[in-house]
Protein backbone atom coordinates (compact mmCIF):
# COMPACT_ATOMS: atom_id res chain seq x y z
CA UNK A 1 0.00 0.00 0.00
CA UNK A 2 1.48 3.28 -0.47
CA UNK A 3 2.19 5.71 1.85
CA UNK A 4 -1.22 7.69 1.64
CA UNK A 5 -0.69 9.73 4.82
CA UNK A 6 2.63 11.71 3.26
CA UNK A 7 2.41 15.52 3.53
CA UNK A 8 4.50 17.33 0.19
CA UNK A 9 6.87 19.24 0.90
CA UNK A 10 5.19 22.94 0.14
CA UNK A 11 2.68 21.39 2.29
CA UNK A 12 4.43 21.80 5.48
CA UNK A 13 6.10 24.66 4.62
CA UNK A 14 2.66 26.58 4.17
CA UNK A 15 0.10 25.12 6.65
CA UNK A 16 0.94 27.36 9.83
CA UNK A 17 0.94 30.20 7.96
CA UNK A 18 -2.54 28.94 6.68
CA UNK A 19 -3.87 29.02 10.27
CA UNK A 20 -2.82 32.25 11.03
CA UNK A 21 -4.53 33.75 8.00
CA UNK A 22 -7.24 32.42 8.46
CA UNK A 23 -7.41 33.84 12.08
CA UNK A 24 -6.82 36.81 10.87
CA UNK A 25 -9.61 36.71 8.33
CA UNK A 26 -12.22 35.44 10.52
CA UNK A 27 -11.31 37.41 13.71
CA UNK A 28 -13.63 37.69 16.95
CA UNK A 29 -14.16 34.53 19.10
CA UNK A 30 -11.60 32.44 16.37
CA UNK A 31 -8.73 35.20 16.90
CA UNK A 32 -9.39 35.87 20.94
CA UNK A 33 -8.94 31.93 20.85
CA UNK A 34 -5.17 32.04 19.45
CA UNK A 35 -4.32 35.54 20.71
CA UNK A 36 -1.42 34.37 22.50
CA UNK A 37 0.30 33.47 19.69
CA UNK A 38 -0.03 37.11 18.04
CA UNK A 39 -0.09 39.17 21.17
CA UNK A 40 3.57 39.72 21.64
CA UNK A 41 4.60 39.90 25.66
CA UNK A 42 6.90 42.74 26.73
CA UNK A 43 10.61 42.49 27.90
CA UNK A 44 10.65 40.50 30.76
CA UNK A 45 6.89 41.41 31.31
CA UNK A 46 5.35 39.77 34.42
CA UNK A 47 3.44 36.92 33.17
CA UNK A 48 0.15 38.10 35.38
CA UNK A 49 0.54 41.24 33.72
CA UNK A 50 0.54 40.13 30.33
CA UNK A 51 -2.40 37.29 31.22
CA UNK A 52 -4.45 40.74 32.10
CA UNK A 53 -3.65 41.94 28.73
CA UNK A 54 -4.94 38.75 27.42
CA UNK A 55 -8.21 38.74 28.78
CA UNK A 56 -8.54 42.46 27.82
CA UNK A 57 -7.47 41.67 23.84
CA UNK A 58 -9.04 43.20 20.97
CA UNK A 59 -8.95 42.79 17.34
CA UNK A 60 -9.57 45.41 14.52
CA UNK A 61 -10.22 43.79 11.78
CA UNK A 62 -10.16 45.49 8.05
CA UNK A 63 -8.63 42.30 5.85
CA UNK A 64 -11.51 40.68 6.66
CA UNK A 65 -13.94 43.20 5.64
CA UNK A 66 -11.88 43.81 2.36
CA UNK A 67 -11.29 40.55 1.42
CA UNK A 68 -15.61 40.05 1.84
CA UNK A 69 -16.10 43.50 -0.06
CA UNK A 70 -13.80 42.24 -3.05
CA UNK A 71 -15.99 38.98 -3.03
CA UNK A 72 -19.54 40.74 -2.34
CA UNK A 73 -18.76 42.96 -5.37
CA UNK A 74 -17.63 40.82 -8.17
CA UNK A 75 -20.33 38.55 -7.59
CA UNK A 76 -23.18 41.61 -7.08
CA UNK A 77 -24.00 40.29 -10.98
CA UNK A 78 -23.95 36.77 -11.05
CA UNK A 79 -22.10 35.27 -14.39
CA UNK A 80 -24.06 34.30 -17.47
CA UNK A 81 -23.18 30.83 -18.84
CA UNK A 82 -24.25 30.82 -22.58
CA UNK A 83 -24.72 26.98 -24.34
CA UNK A 84 -24.11 26.27 -28.06
CA UNK A 85 -24.88 23.16 -29.94
CA UNK A 86 -24.59 19.73 -28.26
CA UNK A 87 -27.34 17.52 -27.65
CA UNK A 88 -30.20 19.66 -25.59
CA UNK A 89 -30.31 16.82 -22.92
CA UNK A 90 -26.67 18.71 -21.96
CA UNK A 91 -27.85 22.02 -22.10
CA UNK A 92 -30.76 20.75 -19.73
CA UNK A 93 -28.24 19.06 -17.46
CA UNK A 94 -25.58 22.16 -17.55
CA UNK A 95 -28.86 24.10 -16.48
CA UNK A 96 -29.36 22.12 -13.38
CA UNK A 97 -25.75 22.95 -12.82
CA UNK A 98 -25.47 25.90 -12.68
CA UNK A 99 -28.61 26.17 -10.20
CA UNK A 100 -27.70 23.64 -8.11
CA UNK A 101 -23.76 22.27 -8.24
CA UNK A 102 -23.48 20.13 -5.22
CA UNK A 103 -26.21 18.35 -4.90
CA UNK A 104 -27.16 20.90 -1.92
CA UNK A 105 -28.88 23.28 -3.62
CA UNK A 106 -25.82 25.72 -3.72
CA UNK A 107 -25.92 27.80 -6.93
CA UNK A 108 -22.46 27.67 -8.68
CA UNK A 109 -22.07 31.55 -8.49
CA UNK A 110 -22.25 31.19 -4.62
CA UNK A 111 -19.93 28.35 -4.55
CA UNK A 112 -17.58 30.22 -6.90
CA UNK A 113 -18.17 33.38 -4.76
CA UNK A 114 -16.43 30.64 -1.32
CA UNK A 115 -13.77 29.96 -3.71
CA UNK A 116 -12.96 33.59 -3.98
CA UNK A 117 -12.75 34.28 -0.19
CA UNK A 118 -10.69 30.77 0.13
CA UNK A 119 -8.22 32.13 -2.64
CA UNK A 120 -8.47 35.69 -1.13
CA UNK A 121 -7.17 34.35 2.56
CA UNK A 122 -4.60 31.68 1.62
CA UNK A 123 -4.21 32.30 -2.23
CA UNK A 124 -5.57 29.00 -3.66
CA UNK A 125 -9.01 26.68 -3.80
CA UNK A 126 -9.27 23.36 -4.88
CA UNK A 127 -12.46 22.05 -6.88
CA UNK A 128 -13.02 18.52 -7.41
CA UNK A 129 -15.55 17.57 -10.24
CA UNK A 130 -17.01 14.05 -9.10
CA UNK A 131 -19.58 11.66 -10.17
CA UNK A 132 -22.30 9.25 -8.25
CA UNK A 133 -20.85 5.81 -8.29
CA UNK A 134 -21.99 2.63 -9.48
CA UNK A 135 -22.40 -0.60 -8.51
CA UNK A 136 -22.17 -1.62 -11.81
CA UNK A 137 -21.54 -0.02 -15.22
CA UNK A 138 -24.16 1.04 -17.37
CA UNK A 139 -25.30 -0.79 -20.30
CA UNK A 140 -26.14 2.85 -22.28
CA UNK A 141 -26.18 6.81 -22.44
CA UNK A 142 -29.74 6.30 -21.14
CA UNK A 143 -29.62 3.75 -18.48
CA UNK A 144 -26.65 6.23 -17.00
CA UNK A 145 -29.02 9.25 -17.32
CA UNK A 146 -31.79 7.71 -16.00
CA UNK A 147 -29.88 6.03 -12.86
CA UNK A 148 -28.39 9.58 -12.24
CA UNK A 149 -24.99 8.16 -12.73
CA UNK A 150 -24.20 11.22 -15.28
CA UNK A 151 -24.75 14.09 -13.12
CA UNK A 152 -21.88 15.54 -11.86
CA UNK A 153 -21.50 17.66 -8.96
CA UNK A 154 -18.91 19.81 -7.81
CA UNK A 155 -16.77 19.57 -3.88
CA UNK A 156 -15.01 22.22 -2.83
CA UNK A 157 -11.56 21.51 -0.68
CA UNK A 158 -9.90 23.89 1.21
CA UNK A 159 -6.33 24.57 0.64
CA UNK A 160 -5.26 22.36 3.93
CA UNK A 161 -6.78 18.92 2.86
CA UNK A 162 -4.79 18.58 -0.33
CA UNK A 163 -1.53 17.46 1.35
CA UNK A 164 0.42 15.67 -1.17
CA UNK A 165 0.82 15.81 -5.15
CA UNK A 166 2.39 15.67 -8.14
CA UNK A 167 2.65 18.15 -11.18
CA UNK A 168 3.72 17.58 -14.93
CA UNK A 169 6.33 20.01 -17.33
CA UNK A 170 3.37 22.07 -17.89
CA UNK A 171 1.60 22.33 -14.52
CA UNK A 172 -0.76 20.31 -14.83
CA UNK A 173 -1.66 17.29 -11.60
CA UNK A 174 -0.69 14.34 -12.61
CA UNK A 175 -1.81 12.56 -8.99
CA UNK A 176 -3.42 14.18 -5.65
CA UNK A 177 -4.06 13.08 -2.12
CA UNK A 178 -7.08 14.81 -0.56
CA UNK A 179 -7.58 14.74 3.26
CA UNK A 180 -10.68 15.28 4.57
CA UNK A 181 -11.31 14.57 8.58
CA UNK A 182 -14.75 14.41 10.34
CA UNK A 183 -16.40 14.11 14.34
CA UNK A 184 -19.09 12.52 15.27
CA UNK A 185 -21.11 10.98 18.18
CA UNK A 186 -22.07 7.71 17.25
CA UNK A 187 -24.68 6.67 19.83
CA UNK A 188 -27.28 9.92 21.20
CA UNK A 189 -26.74 8.50 24.66
CA UNK A 190 -23.04 8.41 24.11
CA UNK A 191 -20.05 10.80 25.24
CA UNK A 192 -18.17 8.92 22.69
CA UNK A 193 -16.30 10.82 19.81
CA UNK A 194 -15.18 8.99 16.56
CA UNK A 195 -12.45 10.62 14.75
CA UNK A 196 -12.89 9.54 11.00
CA UNK A 197 -10.28 10.24 8.51
CA UNK A 198 -10.90 9.90 4.86
CA UNK A 199 -7.82 10.07 2.38
CA UNK A 200 -9.09 10.37 -1.79
CA UNK A 201 -6.22 9.45 -4.09
CA UNK A 202 -6.78 10.98 -7.95
CA UNK A 203 -4.49 10.03 -10.69
CA UNK A 204 -5.39 10.80 -14.30
CA UNK A 205 -7.97 7.56 -14.52
CA UNK A 206 -8.59 6.24 -11.23
CA UNK A 207 -9.33 6.90 -7.72
CA UNK A 208 -8.90 5.44 -4.29
CA UNK A 209 -10.32 6.01 -1.07
CA UNK A 210 -8.83 5.52 2.19
CA UNK A 211 -10.33 5.57 5.54
CA UNK A 212 -9.26 5.55 9.21
CA UNK A 213 -11.25 5.45 12.16
CA UNK A 214 -10.21 6.58 15.73
CA UNK A 215 -12.24 6.77 18.81
CA UNK A 216 -13.31 3.46 19.35
CA UNK A 217 -11.22 1.68 22.09
CA UNK A 218 -9.38 -0.09 18.53
CA UNK A 219 -5.80 1.31 16.97
CA UNK A 220 -6.71 3.39 13.89
CA UNK A 221 -5.55 1.49 10.55
CA UNK A 222 -5.70 3.04 6.65
CA UNK A 223 -7.77 0.67 4.92
CA UNK A 224 -8.88 1.21 1.04
CA UNK A 225 -12.11 1.06 1.24
CA UNK A 226 -13.14 2.10 -2.37
CA UNK A 227 -11.50 2.12 -5.80
CA UNK A 228 -12.07 2.72 -10.01
CA UNK A 229 -12.00 4.88 -13.07
CA UNK A 230 -13.00 8.49 -11.77
CA UNK A 231 -15.37 10.59 -14.06
CA UNK A 232 -12.79 12.36 -16.13
CA UNK A 233 -10.48 9.15 -16.87
CA UNK A 234 -11.08 9.17 -20.55
CA UNK A 235 -10.06 12.47 -20.78
CA UNK A 236 -6.41 11.50 -19.23
CA UNK A 237 -7.05 14.18 -16.62
CA UNK A 238 -7.18 14.69 -12.77
CA UNK A 239 -10.84 15.64 -11.90
CA UNK A 240 -9.19 18.52 -9.60
CA UNK A 241 -9.31 21.97 -10.47
CA UNK A 242 -7.98 24.97 -8.22
CA UNK A 243 -8.28 28.64 -8.39
CA UNK A 244 -4.95 30.19 -6.92
CA UNK A 245 -4.11 33.67 -7.30
CA UNK A 246 -0.43 35.53 -8.24
CA UNK A 247 1.35 36.69 -5.18
CA UNK A 248 -0.28 40.45 -6.31
CA UNK A 249 -3.60 39.35 -6.10
CA UNK A 250 -3.36 37.36 -2.95
CA UNK A 251 -4.20 40.06 -0.45
CA UNK A 252 -3.94 38.25 2.91
CA UNK A 253 -0.26 37.74 2.10
CA UNK A 254 -0.20 41.08 1.28
CA UNK A 255 -1.76 42.29 4.65
CA UNK A 256 -1.21 40.06 7.06
CA UNK A 257 1.53 41.42 8.65
CA UNK A 258 0.67 45.06 8.52
CA UNK A 259 -2.64 43.55 10.41
CA UNK A 260 -0.31 41.73 13.21
CA UNK A 261 1.48 45.04 13.45
CA UNK A 262 -1.66 47.23 13.91
CA UNK A 263 -3.02 44.48 16.36
CA UNK A 264 0.42 44.80 18.64
CA UNK A 265 0.42 48.04 18.49
CA UNK A 266 -3.36 49.16 19.30
CA UNK A 267 -3.55 46.76 21.70
CA UNK A 268 -0.45 48.33 23.41
CA UNK A 269 -2.26 51.82 23.04
CA UNK A 270 -5.76 50.61 24.81
CA UNK A 271 -3.45 48.99 27.71
CA UNK A 272 -1.04 52.39 28.02
CA UNK A 273 -4.64 54.31 28.46
CA UNK A 274 -6.40 51.57 30.50
CA UNK A 275 -3.31 51.78 33.10
CA UNK A 276 -3.76 55.89 32.78
CA UNK A 277 -7.45 56.05 34.24
CA UNK A 278 -5.78 54.46 37.58
CA UNK A 279 -3.30 57.23 38.42
CA UNK A 280 -0.41 55.97 41.08
CA UNK A 281 0.17 58.23 44.25
CA UNK A 282 3.36 59.67 44.45
CA UNK A 283 4.66 61.05 47.71
CA UNK A 284 7.86 63.69 48.20
CA UNK A 285 9.13 62.84 51.53
CA UNK A 286 12.76 62.38 52.91
CA UNK A 287 11.46 60.16 55.74
CA UNK A 288 11.14 56.20 55.59
CA UNK A 289 7.57 55.55 54.34
CA UNK A 290 5.77 52.46 55.18
CA UNK A 291 1.57 53.79 55.01
CA UNK A 292 -0.40 51.60 53.27
CA UNK A 293 -2.31 53.42 50.65
CA UNK A 294 -5.79 52.83 48.69
CA UNK A 295 -9.40 54.26 48.55
CA UNK A 296 -10.46 52.91 52.30
CA UNK A 297 -7.11 54.06 53.93
CA UNK A 298 -5.67 57.89 54.58
CA UNK A 299 -2.17 58.67 54.98
CA UNK A 300 -0.39 61.35 57.13
CA UNK A 301 2.09 63.61 55.98
CA UNK A 302 5.12 65.59 57.62
CA UNK A 303 5.35 69.42 57.43
CA UNK A 304 7.99 69.01 54.65
CA UNK A 305 6.42 66.30 52.77
CA UNK A 306 4.41 66.34 49.44
CA UNK A 307 1.92 64.15 47.90
CA UNK A 308 0.55 63.73 44.19
CA UNK A 309 -0.57 61.66 41.21
CA UNK A 310 1.55 60.17 38.46
CA UNK A 311 -0.48 61.53 35.11
CA UNK A 312 1.06 61.14 31.35
CA UNK A 313 1.16 64.19 29.39
CA UNK A 314 -0.64 62.01 26.23
CA UNK A 315 2.41 62.92 23.63
CA UNK A 316 3.29 59.38 23.17
CA UNK A 317 -0.54 58.79 22.91
CA UNK A 318 -0.82 60.66 19.64
CA UNK A 319 2.09 59.20 18.20
CA UNK A 320 0.84 55.94 18.71
CA UNK A 321 -2.49 56.53 17.44
CA UNK A 322 -0.89 58.68 14.60
CA UNK A 323 1.13 55.25 13.52
CA UNK A 324 -2.46 53.77 13.72
CA UNK A 325 -3.91 55.39 11.18
CA UNK A 326 -0.29 55.01 9.29
CA UNK A 327 -0.83 50.66 9.45
CA UNK A 328 -4.53 51.31 8.73
CA UNK A 329 -3.90 53.08 5.44
CA UNK A 330 -1.00 51.08 4.47
CA UNK A 331 -3.57 48.12 4.73
CA UNK A 332 -5.83 49.41 2.70
CA UNK A 333 -3.11 50.95 -0.32
CA UNK A 334 -1.67 47.32 -0.25
CA UNK A 335 -5.25 45.50 -0.93
CA UNK A 336 -5.73 48.29 -3.85
CA UNK A 337 -8.68 50.35 -1.88
CA UNK A 338 -6.51 53.64 -0.36
CA UNK A 339 -9.99 55.36 -1.46
CA UNK A 340 -11.72 53.79 0.98
CA UNK A 341 -9.60 54.07 4.09
CA UNK A 342 -10.74 57.38 4.80
CA UNK A 343 -8.23 60.74 5.02
CA UNK A 344 -5.27 60.57 4.13
CA UNK A 345 -2.45 60.71 6.66
CA UNK A 346 -1.95 64.79 5.93
CA UNK A 347 -4.95 65.19 7.04
CA UNK A 348 -6.49 66.52 3.75
CA UNK A 349 -9.22 64.82 1.89
CA UNK A 350 -8.30 63.15 -0.95
CA UNK A 351 -8.96 65.34 -4.01
CA UNK A 352 -12.03 63.74 -7.15
CA UNK A 353 -9.74 63.03 -9.18
CA UNK A 354 -7.44 61.20 -6.94
CA UNK A 355 -10.13 58.96 -5.81
CA UNK A 356 -11.32 58.23 -9.35
CA UNK A 357 -7.98 57.32 -10.14
CA UNK A 358 -7.61 54.76 -7.07
CA UNK A 359 -10.69 53.87 -7.92
CA UNK A 360 -9.60 52.87 -11.37
CA UNK A 361 -6.67 50.82 -9.96
CA UNK A 362 -9.59 49.22 -8.04
CA UNK A 363 -11.29 48.17 -10.62
CA UNK A 364 -9.08 46.47 -12.39
CA UNK A 365 -7.94 44.25 -9.43
CA UNK A 366 -11.45 43.01 -9.67
CA UNK A 367 -11.29 42.50 -13.80
CA UNK A 368 -8.44 40.34 -12.85
CA UNK A 369 -10.29 38.23 -9.95
CA UNK A 370 -13.27 38.34 -12.41
CA UNK A 371 -10.74 36.45 -15.10
CA UNK A 372 -9.41 33.55 -12.90
CA UNK A 373 -13.53 33.13 -11.87
CA UNK A 374 -14.43 33.15 -15.12
CA UNK A 375 -11.44 30.58 -16.29
CA UNK A 376 -12.27 28.17 -13.57
CA UNK A 377 -16.25 28.25 -14.69
CA UNK A 378 -14.54 27.94 -18.63
CA UNK A 379 -12.85 24.60 -17.53
CA UNK A 380 -14.83 22.80 -14.83
CA UNK A 381 -18.01 23.32 -17.35
CA UNK A 382 -16.12 22.45 -20.34
CA UNK A 383 -14.86 18.96 -18.43
CA UNK A 384 -17.72 18.26 -17.54
CA UNK A 385 -19.58 18.52 -20.86
CA UNK A 386 -16.85 16.36 -22.48
CA UNK A 387 -16.94 14.04 -20.10
CA UNK A 388 -20.47 13.18 -20.41
CA UNK A 389 -20.09 13.64 -24.41
CA UNK A 390 -22.51 16.43 -25.23
CA UNK A 391 -20.65 18.20 -27.15
CA UNK A 392 -21.55 21.80 -26.00
CA UNK A 393 -19.94 25.14 -26.42
CA UNK A 394 -20.01 27.23 -23.57
CA UNK A 395 -19.44 30.60 -22.71
CA UNK A 396 -18.82 32.90 -19.70
CA UNK A 397 -20.43 36.52 -19.68
CA UNK A 398 -21.25 39.17 -17.47
CA UNK A 399 -17.91 39.63 -15.85
CA UNK A 400 -15.89 41.22 -18.51
CA UNK A 401 -16.57 44.57 -17.28
CA UNK A 402 -16.62 45.12 -13.59
CA UNK A 403 -18.67 48.35 -12.94
CA UNK A 404 -20.37 49.22 -9.48
CA UNK A 405 -21.51 52.33 -10.76
CA UNK A 406 -25.76 52.06 -10.50
CA UNK A 407 -27.67 50.21 -13.56
CA UNK A 408 -29.09 53.39 -15.03
CA UNK A 409 -25.54 54.66 -16.14
CA UNK A 410 -24.89 51.58 -18.21
CA UNK A 411 -28.64 51.95 -19.70
CA UNK A 412 -28.71 55.27 -20.50
CA UNK A 413 -24.51 54.37 -22.51
CA UNK A 414 -26.81 51.53 -24.22
CA UNK A 415 -29.73 53.83 -25.47
CA UNK A 416 -27.39 56.41 -27.02
CA UNK A 417 -25.33 53.51 -28.78
CA UNK A 418 -28.80 52.33 -30.43
CA UNK A 419 -29.61 55.72 -30.69
CA UNK A 420 -26.71 55.95 -33.44
CA UNK A 421 -28.89 54.32 -35.68
CA UNK A 422 -26.45 51.74 -36.77
CA UNK A 423 -27.81 49.00 -38.73
CA UNK A 424 -26.34 46.10 -37.15
CA UNK A 425 -28.66 43.00 -35.83
CA UNK A 426 -25.77 41.60 -34.17
CA UNK A 427 -24.87 44.70 -32.27
CA UNK A 428 -28.69 45.35 -31.15
CA UNK A 429 -28.64 41.36 -30.26
CA UNK A 430 -25.63 42.08 -28.11
CA UNK A 431 -26.73 44.97 -26.04
CA UNK A 432 -30.13 44.02 -25.38
CA UNK A 433 -28.71 39.81 -24.20
CA UNK A 434 -26.01 42.44 -22.26
CA UNK A 435 -28.37 44.59 -20.43
CA UNK A 436 -30.94 41.90 -19.87
CA UNK A 437 -28.53 39.17 -18.68
CA UNK A 438 -26.70 41.88 -16.09
CA UNK A 439 -30.56 42.70 -14.91
CA UNK A 440 -31.71 39.27 -14.34
CA UNK A 441 -28.35 37.84 -13.26
CA UNK A 442 -29.93 36.21 -10.33
CA UNK A 443 -32.35 34.54 -11.86
CA UNK A 444 -32.65 30.83 -12.90
CA UNK A 445 -30.33 29.67 -15.76
CA UNK A 446 -33.51 28.00 -17.80
CA UNK A 447 -34.50 31.67 -17.40
CA UNK A 448 -31.83 33.65 -18.74
CA UNK A 449 -32.06 31.15 -21.87
CA UNK A 450 -34.91 31.43 -22.10
CA UNK A 451 -34.47 35.29 -22.78
CA UNK A 452 -31.61 34.98 -24.81
CA UNK A 453 -33.88 32.43 -27.38
CA UNK A 454 -36.33 35.30 -27.52
CA UNK A 455 -34.00 38.34 -27.94
CA UNK A 456 -32.96 36.40 -30.94
CA UNK A 457 -35.89 35.73 -32.00
CA UNK A 458 -37.58 39.11 -32.56
CA UNK A 459 -33.92 40.73 -33.77
CA UNK A 460 -33.95 38.11 -36.22
CA UNK A 461 -37.75 39.08 -37.23
Known amino acids: MMQIDQEHFEYKRQAAMWRVYRDLYAGGHQFKMHAADYLLPRQKEPLDVYGERLQRVFYENYI ?45 ATFLRRCLIEALVVGRSHILVDF ?19 RAFLVRYEAEELINWSRDERGEYEWVVLRHKVQRQPKVDSSEVVNETYWYYFDRTEYKTYRRVEGTGTPGGIHLVAEGPHGLARQFRVPLFTLQLSEGLWLMNKAAQLQLEHFNKSNALGWAITMGLFAMPVIYSDREWNQIVGESYFIQLGPGDRFGWTEPDGKVYQIAAANLEVLKEEIYRVCYLAQASGEMLSGQAQSAISKQIDFTITQEVLRAYASSVKDAIRSILAAISEAREDGVEISITGMDEVDISDFGTELQQASNLLALGITSPTLKRQVFQRLALKYLSDARQEVKDQIVREIEAQVVS
Not at 132 to 140: I, S
Not at 141 to 146: H, I, L, N, Y
Request: proline share 5%; net charge negative; charged share 25%.
Open 64 to 108: GSIVDWYASTLFRREPSVGFEGGLESGHAFLRTLVNDCDLKGTRL
Open 132 to 150: PRAAKAPLNRAEEDFTGLS
